[in-house]
């Protein structure tokens, strides 16, 4: 004899079927979260104007990763792009290449954020600035 079936152990199968299907897809996408959030850039800019007469090596540090973004050349502007799937607090860390650095204060970042990153002609009286949008 076949093993019977309520109608509603059927129903409830069927629901569970649909909500494991739904999960396998992926997740939904929140609507109110902010642009890079909603999966439309999964990357970050970070725009370098070093005002100093020393290169510059640039890294960003997100956690405990520590990744080379490049060098800005001396009195010259550089944009670098970084993956940046989550919103995380990053820091940035700048060395001269024959001199100091400075690392800029910690700032919560999104996908889809541009982070500017100003490096002054003197370091050691003027801390390195940061602003994003």
């Not at 152990?9 to 979260?33: D, E, H, I, K, Y």
């Not at 970050?44 to 050349?73: C, K, P, W, Y």
């Not at 009195?75 to 799937?85: A, E, L």
């Amino acid at each position: 004899m076949a093993p019977s079936f309520s109608p509603g152990r059927l129903a409830f199968a069927a629901l569970l079927v649909l909500a494991l299907g739904a999960c396998v897809r992926g997740q939904a996408r929140n609507p109110f979260a902010s642009a890079g959030r909603r999966g439309g850039d999964e990357r970050i800019q970070v725009s370098v104007q070093n005002h100093n007469f020393l290169d510059a090596t640039v890294h960003a540090v997100r956690g405990a990763e520590r990744m080379r973004l490049g060098e800005g050349d001396r009195k010259s502007d550089k944009t670098f792009t970084v993956q940046w799937r989550l919103t995380l607090p990053m820091d940035l860390e700048i060395h001269l290449i024959g001199g100091s650095g400075c690392t800029v204060r910690t700032m919560l970042v999104d996908p889809g954020d541009r982070v500017w990153v100003r490096i002054p002609p003197e370091v050691s009286a003027t801390p390195c600035e940061t602003w994003k949008s």
